[in-house]
Every structure is written in C-alpha cells, then in structure tokens.
C-alpha cells in the first residue's frame, strides 16, 4: 500500500520549485509508505534526435562513465552522462529503443527505470525524506512530477519493485491499491509480446496501458479500457510527457484528493500532501468520482 | 477561548489536553488553527464543549464525538465524526468518503458535498447534507436519518435496513433492497425538524423518502441476485 | 431380491455427506450455513512431535523446578500492556452468538486463571466487563454496538481484519437469534437476518489502516495495545502489513478456526491451517526483526497443551481457544439427546450454533436452554480445562530442559509427515529434510 503525489504546473514561473514541492508532498506520504520511494520528473527536454535514460545499480561506484562511452561507440552517436545517487541520467543522440536494448544486451546488471525525452525517474529504498535528499529533489525544476511513497504488500522491498513503473517514452504510472488478477493479465501480456521486470502488480498496470496505446488507443481510452480489464482496488496516477492522469476504480475506496489553482493542479492520496502548497487555502478542492477519466495536459493549460 | 495552534502543539497534546476535561469544564470554547489535514484531531470528544478548527482537516476528524459540538471551518478527509454517539460536528467545506460512518447518535452537518458511502452502516446519527453525496450513500443504514439537498450517486441505500433517506434531487440509482417511499405529512415534519436543526434552508416538502423494501430481512431463494 | 451388500461401494467423488448436501441444495436454494470450524483433516499440530530430553538434553524436575507461562502482550507502543499468567487467551465470540451465561462464565473462568477474554462482532456486554478481568474488545466491519466508552474501559483493542473460518466474510447472525436484547445492541429490527459487511466502513488497506489504529490510541491515549486479526491467506504479508500499520499485537487464526454461523463453502475452502500460518506469521516478524516486539496469538484448532506448547515452540507468544471453550463448556456434550435430534444432528456430530437452539445452552438466547449453562459450573468446566492445558504445556516444556514456555523453540520439534515438515518448516522425523526450503 502506498501514498502517491502528483503536481502539474500550469503557470511557468513556478517551474523552479517543482521540486521543493514535490518533496514536500512526498514526505507528507511517509507514513503511507515507509518502506521506499520514486519519484517522475519531467523536465531539460533533450534535442529531438536524442533519448534521455536513467539508468540504475546498486552499487553507487557503478562506472556509468565507461558503459555510456561503451554505448555511444556501438551506437555511433555522443553520449552524456550525469550521476545522481544509484542512478545516471544518459542522454544519447539515437533512439531510445536502440540504446535500451544495447543496455539489455551488454549490461543486464543496469536497470533502465525511465526513458524518453523528457523524463527522469528515480527509485530507491528509504524513508522518503531520504530518498528526496539523495536525488537532490529540492532543486529540480520542471512542468510536472509524480511520486509515490511505498508499503510493500506482495512483492518485495526492493529498488526494482518500487514505483514508478515505466511502460513507454515518457510514460510512467504510481498505484495506490491492490489489484486481484493481475497474474493472468501478466501471462495474457506476454503472449502479446511484453516482458516483465517484477511480480508487482502496478508493473502490470503501466505494461498493459502502455500495450493499449501501442494498439492506438489514446491515454482517455486505454484508461477506460483499463476499468474493464483492471480488476481489484486502485487509484492510478500516469505521468505522460504533457501532463498527467488520474483513474480510480469503480468502487473507489482507496484515496484520492485534488487541487487546482490557476496556478497548478496537484493530486495526492491524503490532504495533508497538499496543504502547503502555495495558495492551497483558495484552492478548488474535489475528489475525483470513481470510474470516471481526468487529464490533464500542458497543451490544454496553454 | 483556548486557541490551539497545531504548528506549535502535536495533535497528541491537544487531545489528551480536551481528554483530561471535566463534564462541567468552564474551558469550553476552543479553537484550533492549522490543522494542514491532519489526521483523529479532537476525536474522542466526551465533555460537551464547542471546537472550531480553521482549516483542512484529514481522516476521523471528531471521530466517536459525544457532546461536543465541532465545526470545521474547511473540508476534511475520510470518516469525519465515525461513530459519533452524540453532540454535532458541522463542516463547512466539502467531505471525504464515509462521512458519519456507524454514526449512533447526534447531528453531523456538511454544507458542502459528501462524497461516497456518506452515512455508511449508520446506527441512528442524523446527517444533513446542503450539497451532493457519492456512490453507496447509505449502505447498510441501519437507523437514523440522511438528509441529501443535492443529488445522490449511484447505489444509494444499498442493502439498507430502517434508516430513513430524504433526497432532493436526482438519485442516480438505487442500491439492493432500497425504493422509494411516500412522503407523508408525518415524514414532512420530521424532514423540515432535521433541516432546522441542520440550519439548513431547504423546502421539505420537494425532497424524496427512500428506505427499505425488507425483501432482505430473511432469505428466499427468489431473491438471491440482490445478494 | 435381497440386495448383495457386498457389491456396494460408494463414491469418494460424492460420499454421502456430499449426496445429502445437494439433495438438500435442491430443496432449499441456499448455501449451507452451519457453526464450528474446518470439519476436513488436515495436517495439524498433531503431525509434530517434541523432542524431550535425553543424554544431550535435561530435563526440568515437575513441581520444584520452575517452568514460568507468563507473557506481556502489546509492549510496542501501549502505556498498559497486558500482563497474562498463562500463554492461553479466549478468542473473540459474539454475545449473540453466545448468551449470557455462556459468556460470564468464560469471564469467570478466565481471570481466575489470569488470562484474557474478548468481546465478539455486538459489542461488550456489561456481564463481561463484569466478569472478565482482561478484556479485549474487538472492532469489526459491522463496528455492532462500538462506542468510546467501551473503547476506554476495555484492556486492549482488536482490530479484526478477519477470521480463519472465513477470511474476507463478514458477521453473520441469523434471525432466531436476534432477540430484543441482541436487536438492542446491534440497533438491528428484532428477528431479522443480519447481513454481513466484509470490509471495515472507513479504511480499506493497510496504509488506511495505519491512519486508523492512529485514530484509535488518540480517542484512548495511547494506553492499550492494539491488536489487528487476520484470517490465515497470505499470512506472511499480512504479518508484515499490520507490523507497518502499527499493530502492538498481531492475531493470526487458521482454516480450523470456528464460527457459530457461516456458510460451509467459506469454512472449508477459504484459508490456510493454522500449522503454516504459524510459521509464515513468525518469518514475517523476524524478517523484520519484530519477533518478540509485537507479539504473535495463533488460533485456530487449539485442544490441548501439546498444541500450545508446539504453537509456542514456532514462535508463537500465546494462543487463543475459541471451539476449544465451548467446548468445555459442553458443547457437544452427550447429554439431552432429544434436543440434538430435534434440530437434525447428535452429540459429537452437533455444528449447529446457526439455529440458537443450542442444546446445551452455549450458543442461544432461548432462555430455557441457556438455564441449562450456569455460569457458576461453566466457569468451574473450564478453569479446570485451561489448568489441564498449561499443566500439560509445562510438563511437555520441563521434558525439553525448559524454565519457561516461551524457551521452546522450533529445534524441538519434528514432523511425522511430508506435509506437516514443509507447513511447519521443521524437519522430518529421523532425517534433516524439510521440503519446501529455498536453499
């Protein structure tokens, strides 16, 4: 069980604090989920032709610089590296599906938790405090970010296991709840092709939105189809590279509370995640209706 | 008038504070500020003292209230005045899910909207609503009353025993066992008392009674798909 | 035509009991709702074996030599903890379930042993306070009867997630059995059938959970423990769940678990034997390291020392009985037969708590039929049992070189059968093979 956070800035100027922000909705969802945590930001777009990777080890004395020089000679292309934590952010000037199977190939010992060209992700284990000071979130700006805040129920407490899970360029999605079929739906998605890197249920969820959208289905109708084929309990929160999306199940009894100023729109599984973000007290405050689609996009807020 | 600022004091401190009061206190006018959704503040009330809290609150807000009279100047989260056996708990805002929850007694007031399971397995609180309810409002209602202004979600009244549901505008649907009942002179009365007490301004006589059908009240087979 | 006997043979597929449950199926339209736990075989304490002392080992003289039985329960974060004498506590049985008598007695009964009862799905009765020096009081789904005030004056609070007899059901009372007082304190109509919530009405999920146990030590000052009860599914996360949500205490009933009305197909398919759930339940814990520091209570089939000293031995702080009392109690007791055959079974056959006609008076509100329980001689029944319980635990504690209970350790035991070796994760007798381990 967890906590989960979104914020989506619609006014620019506040972009420099994203991150101050989120790291203080993140911490308000401690209790929620102590065990470890994540967080999706979506910001220093890349050039069109390049792909931005994090990638992540265990071991923080992972030589990151060796294997992107690695990659960029196979790939014949400039690559860039920044570190942060157990993770470095790899920008490489080709396309991601080519640089994550290389990384597959040659170093399977890498996780790649984000791809895209615009997203960032970052997991790790600890207190969310923690997890927020070792990826230096305080300081990250950008136009959105999701989070999550996790209590392991029936997979294990590890980097891997945690949330967001990423199914797509610039996709991502955090889940409070627990879903009851999701073992059958992973065998019918590998039938159809896809790989798994866990036994947890939210991977489940994001493999099968993002497979929806692979067929042509828009973010609203993969979301729908997911009230049909998803059974169990949950809110979702998907992060997209214009903005982000909220979903709960029919019966909605897992939490979910949203915000919106003319500034932002902010979402989070409890109120107190929202209650110091700036003009909270005149905000609009609802809960989303069970069942039922919200998007959000950069497009529209324009 | 005590007032309580919670960015100094710990949720703790304040309760055991209004814990530790006698029945016949003279500190009985408290005001809470920043409370920032925090969660169980002044639940356990059981001295018949008045609390205003300015701001957000978060889950079980008044939970098991006796006595005492709250107001909550804000919205507040899941459960606010669960089980509530007595007094009044009044939110100005908006309320999360399982408003009144089990509720036993007293009044529990939102001027703003409810959202789902609002009055969940109630066992006699009265609940006035001034706005809308969600989905599963009333389930399982056991006694007591529900007064809806606004509309009403799906599945209202589902598997509802001898509570009494007063709705004035659209019901989206009806839970199991759960129909629409005359409005008598007598239950016209008795709405417009609840609305009083609510302080609510609503005309009587243009809301709906729902209740149980007490199709369920003892198995037969012919009714096993309400099940 | 005579017929040759010896060429009938029954079907193992449909054995009578199977016939007689369709049959009457057809007739009524309804599932079979019935009292007791898990009637099926299953592998149980009784596949385990301790192993007393020998030229390695020594044991404790009876009598002179010390084998202490008492335990601390909810030391994590209450004020109060529970001190109990012995490791064996009363599980939780509804008055509605049970009359009065039956449930002043088991009050008795236990504080003169120095151990804990706990109220039911309908709230605390006053002749339980009354009787019953340790308290623990349960808040269930249906929260039947909750209030603060008893919330205060009770010893220690249960959570109750779920039961072993139907993990993931919810309370079920029938009509016969809701009498004016029962109606009363459930604020349900008089002679109606109760129908069941499953799921609490505020909180779904651990991490709601964790806001609610909160709520809970605000409205009582932190003072009690508070326990969470899970029926045994996926014992090993649950463990793990209620440890992250708070729980002082955490209660763990197996399939054998009882009821005094749920349908059969719940009690017999849904669930796991209390055997493995021991173990899961103490894995979590120390995986954790929480072992010792929330505190384990398995129930489910417990009947006698034995079982609670091998309970112990994997792990376990205490025990809860709930069949086992009423049993001592007299239920299924060979005594006023009639009244048996009269609601369709016979003494040591007899599951039926569902009607309220209980023939020996435990699980009725027909007062004619609870006159036949005294509290006085109830209690007097089942003292004396709970004394034959711990005096069997200690002397099987002694012969394993124990100076007290909570010393026995899952070393000395070992497992008769296959299954019972991989359930209980202790080896099989005679060899150092336990199946299932993951090496």
């Known amino acids: 069980m967890c906590g989960i956070v979104g914020l989506f800035l619609k006014n620019p100027e506040l972009r420099p604090q994203l991150g101050a922000h989120l790291k203080t909705m993140l911490i308000g969802m401690t209790e929620r989920g ?6 999706a930001v979506y910001h220093r777009p890349v050039q069109p032709t390049q792909c931005k990777l994090t990638a992540f080890h265990r071991d923080t004395g992972y030589p990151w610089r060796e294997v992107a020089g690695q990659l960029g000679e196979a790939l014949g292309a400039e690559v860039d590296v920044e570190r942060k934590g157990n993770h470095a952010v790899i920008t490489v000037d080709a396309a991601e599906a080519d640089a994550r199977a290389w990384i597959a190939r040659h170093h399977p010992e890498v996780r790649v938790m984000g791809y895209g060209q615009l997203m960032e992700v970052y997991k790790d284990m600890g207190l969310p405090a923690e997890v927020a000071c070792k990826y230096a979130l305080d300081g990250m700006e950008g136009s959105h970010a999701i989070g999550h805040t996790r209590m392991a129920t029936e997979s294990a407490v590890t980097t891997e296991h945690s949330h967001p899970f990423t199914a797509a360029p610039d996709m991502c999605l955090v889940h409070n709840g627990s879903l009851s079929n999701h073992n059958n739906l992973r065998k019918w998605l590998r039938r159809r092709g896809l790989e798994f890197e866990t036994d947890n249920d939210s991977e489940v969820a994001a493999r099968y939105f993002a497979y929806r959208m692979g067929e042509g289905a828009s973010l609203a109708e993969a979301l729908e189809a997911g009230l049909r084929d998803l059974d169990g309990f949950y809110t979702f929160t998907m992060g997209t590279r214009d903005g982000f999306a909220v979903l709960r199940d029919g019966i909605a009894c897992k939490p979910a509370v949203l915000a919106e100023t003319d500034d932002w729109v902010a979402m989070a599984s409890e109120f107190r995640s929202l209650a110091n973000l700036p003009g909270v007290e005149k905000a609009n405050i609802w809960e989303p209706k069970p069942a039922v689609v919200y998007t959000w996009s950069l497009q529209e807020a324009a | 008038m005590n007032t309580i600022d919670l960015s100094q004091t710990s949720v703790r401190e304040l309760n055991q504070r209004l814990h530790g009061l006698a029945p016949d206190t003279n500190e009985r006018l408290w005001r809470i500020l920043n409370p920032k959704g925090q969660h169980a503040l002044v639940a356990g009330l059981n001295v018949p003292i008045e609390v205003q809290i300015d701001g957000h609150v978060g889950y079980y807000c008044a939970g098991m209230n006796k006595e005492a009279k709250v107001v909550i100047n804000g919205h507040c989260g899941v459960g606010v005045a669960e089980n509530i056996m007595s007094g009044e708990v009044r939110v100005k805002g908006n309320a999360s899910q399982a408003a009144g929850a089990s509720g036993h007694g007293g009044l529990v007031v939102i001027e703003g909207d409810a959202s789902a399971r609002c009055g969940i397995s109630m066992k006699g609180v009265d609940i006035v609503v001034g706005g809308s309810v969600g989905h599963m409002s009333g389930f399982m209602a056991q006694t007591g009353h529900l007064v809806v202004c606004g509309d009403a979600g799906q599945s209202l009244g589902d598997s509802i025993y001898e509570a009494i549901l007063y709705v004035q505008g659209k019901v989206e649907s009806l839970g199991a066992d759960c129909i629409e009942k005359e409005m008598t002179p007598e239950h016209i009365e008795r709405l417009a008392g609840l609305l009083a007490r609510a302080g609510i301004k609503a005309d009587p006589h243009r809301f709906r009674r729902y209740g149980s059908a007490r199709k369920l009240y003892n198995f037969h087979v012919d009714h096993a798909d309400s099940y | 035509m005579s017929v040759d006997r010896r060429a009938l043979r029954r079907s193992a597929t449909f054995p009578e009991h199977v016939l007689a449950e369709i049959h009457r199926a057809a007739d009524q339209g309804l599932y079979e709702i019935r009292g007791f736990g898990a009637k099926r075989r299953l592998p149980t304490f009784d596949d385990l074996v301790l192993l007393g002392a020998s030229v390695s080992r020594y044991p404790l003289e009876g009598y002179r030599e010390k084998c202490g039985t008492d335990v601390v329960l909810g030391t994590r974060y209450a004020k109060k903890p529970i001190e109990l004498k012995i490791p064996i506590t009363i599980a939780g049985m509804s008055f509605g379930a049970l009359g009065a008598n039956a449930k002043e007695a088991i009050g008795r009964a236990a504080t003169a042993m120095g151990t804990s009862t706990t109220t039911g799905d309908g709230g605390m009765t006053e002749e339980e306070r009354q009787s019953s020096k340790t308290l623990v009081y349960q808040v269930l789904p249906s929260r039947y009867g909750l209030n603060p005030d008893d919330l205060r004056r009770a010893d220690a609070i249960e959570v109750v997630v779920g039961q072993g007899a139907k993990p993931g059901g919810g309370g079920m009372l029938l009509g016969q059995k809701i009498t004016e007082r029962v109606a009363k304190m459930r604020d349900l109509p008089v002679g109606i059938d109760q129908r069941s919530a499953c799921r609490h009405p505020d909180w ?18 932190w003072e009690k423990p508070i326990y969470v009860k899970v029926g045994a599914t996926r014992t090993r996360y649950d ?13 763990v009933d197996g399939m054998q678990g009882g009821t005094a009305a749920t349908q059969d197909v719940f009690i017999e398919h849904v669930g796991i034997p209390t055997l493995p759930a021991v173990r899961l339940a103490v894995e979590a814990l120390q995986e954790m390291d929480m072992h010792r520091k929330v505190q384990l209570i398995v129930s489910g089939g417990i009947r006698s020392g034995a079982d609670v000293a091998k309970a112990l031995a994997l792990g376990a702080d205490a025990v809860a009985i709930g069949s086992a009392t009423m049993v001592a109690l007299g239920c299924n007791r060979p005594v006023y037969e009639e009244d048996y055959h009269a609601i369709g079974t016979e003494p040591g056959y007899c599951h039926h708590c569902h009607t ?12 004619e039929l609870q006159a036949r329980l005294k509290p006085e001689q109830g209690a007097r029944w089942l003292r004396n049992y709970l ?8 002397t099987l504690a002694r012969a394993c070189g124990k100076s007290h209970v909570l010393n026995l350790e899952p070393d000395d035991l070992v497992a008769l059968t296959v299954e019972a070796a991989a359930m209980a994760g202790v080896p099989l007798a005679g060899t150092d093979w336990i199946p299932g381990r993951r090496y």
């Not at chain 3, 651990?206 to 000052?221: A, G, N």
């Not at chain 3, 463990?239 to 949500?245: C, D």
């Not at chain 3, 309220?356 to 007062?367: E, S």
């Not at chain 3, 004394?387 to 200690?394: N, R």
């Open chain 1, 34 to 39: 102590p065990d470890s945590a994540g967080i």
């Open chain 3, 204 to 221: 779904t999920g651990p991490d709601d959970l964790t806001i609610k146990i909160q709520e809970i030590r605000e409205i009582t000052d």
């Open chain 3, 239 to 251: 463990v793990a769940l209620a440890v992250k949500a708070g729980a002082d205490v955490v209660v």
């Open chain 3, 356 to 367: 309220g006609k209980c023939p020996v008076g435990i699980t009725t509100q027909i007062p």
């Open chain 3, 387 to 394: 004394s034959v319980m711990v005096l069997e635990l200690q």
